[in-house]
């Protein structure tokens, strides 16, 4: 499994950016996919998660009503991160991420849960 993101950049607070990563290596059923950031001295955290259906989203507190997760299988099993009202405090590098899973599907916003990451795609926001 290969992940590769790109879109990153320099945008105004309250800009928008749109985040892509390009998935293969397999199948990508039965695979969660995830957005995770990392800013300068802080831990990587969870940004964003999707099932492998696309019907089944979840966000951390902190980009809830401004970021979009969606995923399109007809475009390379593409993952997308459409960001709104960007504020200077999501400024980090942006990595995704996936897991498989078997059963019903579960948020797992811990780092650990994913065996699958991509390069990291710097986001800068300026106040």
């Known amino acids: 499994v290969q992940l590769q993101a790109y879109g990153g950049g320099l945008v105004q607070a309250g800009g928008s950016l749109r985040l892509s990563c390009a998935a293969s290596?397999?199948?990508?059923?039965?695979?969660?996919l995830a957005w995770f950031r990392q800013a300068i001295g802080k831990e990587r955290d969870i940004v964003a998660a999707?099932?492998?259906?696309?019907?089944?989203?979840?966000y951390a507190d902190s980009v809830k009503g401004r970021f979009t997760i969606s995923r399109d299988f007809n475009v390379e099993n593409t993952l997308y991160l459409q960001m709104n009202s960007l504020k200077p405090e999501d400024t980090a590098v942006y990595y995704c991420?996936?897991?498989?899973?078997?059963?019903?599907?579960?948020?797992?916003?811990?780092?650990?849960?994913?065996?699958?990451w991509g390069q990291g795609t710097q986001v800068t926001v300026s106040s």
């Open positions: 991420a996936a897991r498989y899973y078997s059963g019903s599907y579960r948020f797992r916003a811990r780092d650990y849960y994913y065996a699958f």
């Open positions: 999707i099932d492998w259906s696309g019907g089944t989203t979840n």
């Open positions: 290596g397999r199948h990508f059923s039965r695979y969660s």
